[in-house]
């Protein structure tokens, strides 16, 4: 059996808002995601590391920022539309891994539910999906409360 891993990393400024979106899921909030999608930086490095482990190049290479039809769009779409790449390539999620890194806002009761809509996304058991989240301690732009960046690790099998 084959196997392949990938990483992938991902971040966002704030800007005026009322709520980010991390793993799907709405979060209320006193500003928003910089992002001509939604802003998700959790499912964008998780997108990253699944195209990287199948050898497909990146989020931005199949999903431009300069593309119109992509503005706004809910990164849940876009992880499904790499899962289709995927298959097509002939691999499937083993299991994935990500941590969301930020000061504020507070994420933890929000992670069963993102572990939940990707599980989904990837037609996965949600045991093999894991969401965390930390802060930075007050340092770097996290820490400043300037965004929130993420990694993902993905491991798939080939089919």
Do not use: W
């Amino acid at each position: 059996m084959t196997f392949r891993i990938g990483q992938g990393y991902d971040a966002h400024r704030f800007k005026s808002g009322d709520h980010v979106v991390l793993g799907g899921e709405k979060i209320p909030f006193d500003r928003g995601m910089a992002a001509h999608s939604d802003g998700d930086v959790a499912l964008h490095a998780l997108c990253d590391a699944l195209l990287g482990a199948a050898g497909l190049g990146d989020i931005g290479r199949h999903f431009p920022d300069s593309d119109p039809a992509f503005s706004g769009i809910d990164s849940r779409v876009l992880l499904r539309k790499v899962v289709e790449l995927l298959s097509e390539k002939g691999y499937e999620p083993v299991n994935v891994d990500l941590t969301v890194i930020c000061q504020a806002p507070r994420l933890g009761g929000h992670i069963p539910a993102m572990c939940e809509n990707i599980a989904a996304d990837l037609g996965l058991t949600v045991d093999r999906v894991n969401v965390k989240a930390t802060t930075t301690e007050k340092m770097g732009f996290e820490g400043r409360g300037e965004g929130i960046s993420a990694q993902a690790v993905a491991l798939l099998r080939a089919v």
